[in-house]
């Protein structure tokens, strides 16, 4: 997919399993925003972009056991919101 992983940061490679069974969120790459100066409201003459770290944004999921509408149980990643929504009856 991505060519040779280890070319790449650990922290960029995004792993298949961590993603949410019954919502579908998974890890995205986004930046962290480094700002320097003082703002115009205070009397300067406003915040400059310094750096744009890359980083992953990782949703909250856990491997719960979850109860199938067959009856079946089974071990699946759900995010925690699809859980405190009741989304999935644990088993």
Not at 9 to 38: D, E, Q, Y
Not at 45 to 63: A, D, E, H, M, S
């Amino acid at each position: 997919m991505w060519g040779n992983p280890t070319y790449y940061s650990f922290k960029l490679f995004i792993p298949m399993s961590r993603i949410c069974a019954i919502t579908g969120k998974r890890p995205k790459v986004g930046g962290r925003i480094i700002h320097k100066g003082v703002s115009k409201k205070a009397g300067g003459i406003g915040l400059q972009l310094v750096k744009n770290n890359k980083r992953t944004f990782r949703p909250n999921v856990q491997r719960i056991r979850v109860k199938l509408p067959s009856g079946q149980v089974k071990r699946m990643w759900v995010s925690v919101k699809a859980i405190k929504a009741g989304k999935v009856l644990k088993g």
